[in-house]
């Protein structure tokens, strides 16, 4: 996709922005004009008593700073931000503080997520079904609030949110509590896009499929990708796209939609 010269003196907020999905969003915006502001997740907020982390390694500084660095070698402006999503008093406080960066978020990408495993239903718990909706749906939900709070104080509201679910939120075998999370957060993205369609800010979910960020090993890959109808995973780079059109104004009419960006997958 060559260069979206609307995106200039445009500011987007990628939560999750140091790595995986999040990073290549963020770069998309970045190589594009647009301000970023790359949200990440210091380890030491990290704690969970009773299960694993199965989400991709949490690169917390080091990595926001990388991606803050290959935006600016781009030609871009990126700063970053540190926030638990899981502490939802905090979420006001920090979406204020990210304004204040640009001065304004024209763009809100709900990345960030929790998955963590054992996930089924007789290894679940009130800890694990706590933490994955926290993150993955009560802090978008949070966020988007926020957003449009904000959005909507000057004359002339444009904007646009994205929110990342998974192709599989309808049914997750294993990984129930990610999954359902994800679902209710599609549903909010539907109910949310026809209270906030008269303010001119569209509301759209991507749900990627497999995708490789790195953290798949080739077995895995070679094991899944027969059931894909495209045969192969994902690029993060095939999401940062999609995200990316979503917020221009090819998408301006588009909104309230689920699209799965999944090569087949799950369909």
Do not use: W
Not at 9 to 38: D, E, H, Q, Y
Not at 120 to 141: D, Q
Not at 169 to 174: I, L
């Amino acid at each position: 996709m060559g260069e979206i010269k609307e995106f200039k003196n445009k500011t987007a907020l990628v939560t999750g922005g140091n790595s995986g999905i999040g990073a290549a969003i963020a770069k998309a915006f970045g190589k594009n004009g647009a301000n970023v502001i790359i949200h990440y997740l210091e380890k030491k907020d990290v704690f969970y008593p009773e299960s694993s982390v199965a989400e991709a390694v949490i690169n917390e500084k080091k990595g926001a700073l990388e991606i803050k660095s290959e935006i600016e070698k781009l030609g871009g402006k990126a700063e970053i931000i540190s926030a638990n999503l899981a502490g939802l008093e905090n979420i006001e406080g920090f979406y204020d503080k990210a304004v204040t960066i640009y001065g304004k978020i024209d763009f809100l990408v709900n990345n960030a997520a929790h998955c963590e495993l054992p996930d089924t239903i007789e290894k679940t718990s009130l800890g694990s079904v706590t933490r994955h909706f926290e993150v993955n749906t009560f802090a978008p939900v949070l966020l988007i609030k926020h957003f449009v709070k904000h959005l909507t104080k000057e004359p002339g509201t444009k904007g646009s949110i994205v929110n990342i679910s998974t192709d599989a939120a309808q049914k997750f075998a294993n990984q129930i509590s990610y999954g359902a999370s994800k679902a209710a957060l599609e549903a909010y993205t539907r109910s949310i896009a026809m209270e906030i369609g008269k303010y001119n800010i569209t509301v759209n979910t991507i749900a990627p499929g497999p995708i490789q960020t790195g953290v798949y090993p080739k077995d895995l890959v070679k094991q899944v990708s027969p059931d894909i109808p495209m045969l192969r995973f994902g690029t993060p780079e095939e999401i940062g796209s999609v995200a990316l059109f979503l917020c221009s104004e090819a998408a301006s009419y588009l909104t309230g939609q689920v699209i799965k960006v999944s090569g087949g997958h799950a369909l």
